[in-house]
Structures are given as structure tokens and as C-alpha cells.
């Protein structure tokens, strides 16, 4: 009988919390309780997840209460976070998570155990562009805005992009118009000889 397969927990397809996107939406107010449950899909297999979070931002620091099943367990607790100096010359702060488990602060918690934390958390989990082959790399070095041409256009288009700032063009708007000039650039010819090659 063969062995199960035990590939290590990529990053990129894990369900992840996203602090900006709590706050970007306005789900974390000053001086208010916040009850929301967040619902995903598998990219791969479709099953749907969801989580129950309480945003409690009565104090001087948002606090986030989870609770979830994971395989028929009940799982509950905390995450606090706290802020830092943003490097922009703008000046703010950035809001940021503390993993319960590592005590490092991040943007994101990833589940690649039964828990959200800090994706130093899992030492086996890994992003899907660290094990691509050397061949796979060469071809996304010189292909990758090929690829990337929708998440480009769908970040581009999203309601509230900003694309310039004090009527000059933000970088970020600069480097997703960068892909998609590199993608249209490519003929078709190049893009099928990707797949026979």
C-alpha cells in the first residue's frame, strides 16, 4: 500500500485573517463591539469554512475573539494587536496582529494547523512559488505577467483604487500597469509554446 502523500502546507492556499481588510471595511470602530462570521471556499476543493470573530475595540487596542470548529473541535481565543510607525512620509500607523502562539506581529494569521497564527508558526509551511521547479521559475520570471494579468486587472479595477496621490502616480498603480503592458506584449504564439515546450 503506498504512503500518503505529505506535501507541506502552502501559504497561498491557506485561509487566512487579513488585518487591513477588517479595517479597510470599517469593521474596526472606535469604542465599539463588532460581531461578524467570515466565510470562505477552498480554491481547490470548495469546501466552505467559516469563523465566528467578536471585534472589541472599547480599549486603546483592537482585541479579536475566534471561534471556529476545526474537524468537529470547538477552537476559541484571542488575538490582540497593537500598532507601529508607518515608513510612509505620510507618517500614521499601521495596525497589526500578535500571534497568540509566536508573539510576533503580522498582517496576516495563516491556518496551517488547526489555529491562525503567524506563518512562522508552521515551520513545513511554505509559499507555492518556494518549491516550483528551476524550469517553472525561468518561465515565471519571463512569463509571470502573462499570469498574473487577471489579479492585475481585478486589483486595477476594484472600487476606491486610488492611482494617483498629490497628482502623482502611485507606485503601486505604476507596477500593475507594468504587468499588464508586459502581458499584452507577449503573442500568442509564445503563450501555446508555454505548454508544449
Same mark, same amino acid.
Given at each position: ?13 491557506? #485561509?487566512?485573517?487579513?488585518?487591513? &481588510? ?5 469593521? @474596526?470602530?472606535?469604542?465599539? @463591539?463588532?460581531? #461578524? ?8 476543493? &470548495? ?50 496582529? @500578535?500571534?497568540?502562539?509566536?508573539? #510576533?506581529?503580522?498582517?496576516?494569521? &495563516?491556518?496551517?494547523?488547526? *489555529?491562525?497564527?503567524?506563518?512562522? *508558526?508552521?515551520?513545513?509551511?511554505? *509559499? /507555492? ?8 521559475? /525561468?518561465?515565471?520570471? *519571463? ?12 486589483? #486595477? ?23 499588464? /503592458? ?9 503563450? @501555446?509554446?508555454?505548454? &508544449?515546450?
Amino acid at each position: 500500500m503506498p504512503k500518503p502523500a505529505n506535501f507541506p502546507p502552502l501559504l497561498d492556499n491557506c #485561509l487566512n485573517l487579513n488585518i487591513t &481588510y477588517y479595517k479597510r471595511e470599517g469593521f @474596526i470602530e472606535k469604542g465599539k @463591539i463588532r460581531n #461578524l462570521t467570515s466565510t470562505w471556499k477552498h480554491p481547490r476543493t &470548495y469546501d466552505e469554512s467559516s469563523i465566528s470573530l467578536t471585534i472589541d475595540n472599547r480599549e486603546h487596542s483592537p482585541v479579536f475573539n475566534l471561534s471556529y470548529r476545526n474537524n468537529g473541535e470547538l477552537i476559541e481565543y484571542t488575538v490582540h494587536t497593537t500598532t507601529m510607525p508607518s515608513n510612509l512620509k505620510s507618517g500614521g500607523e499601521i495596525l497589526y496582529f @500578535i500571534c497568540p502562539f509566536t508573539g #510576533l506581529a503580522c498582517l496576516n494569521l &495563516y491556518k496551517t494547523t488547526k *489555529y491562525f497564527a503567524h506563518r512562522k *508558526y508552521n515551520k513545513e509551511a511554505t *509559499y /507555492d512559488s518556494q518549491i516550483q521547479s528551476k524550469k517553472m521559475r /525561468d518561465i515565471f520570471s *519571463y512569463y509571470g505577467a502573462y499570469f498574473e494579468y487577471e489579479r492585475a486587472c481585478a486589483k #486595477l479595477y476594484k472600487k476606491h483604487f486610488k492611482n494617483t496621490y498629490n497628482g502623482k502616480p502611485t507606485k503601486r498603480y505604476i507596477k500593475l500597469r507594468a504587468i499588464l /503592458d508586459r502581458a499584452n506584449s507577449f503573442s500568442s504564439d509564445e503563450i @501555446i509554446g508555454l505548454f &508544449y515546450v
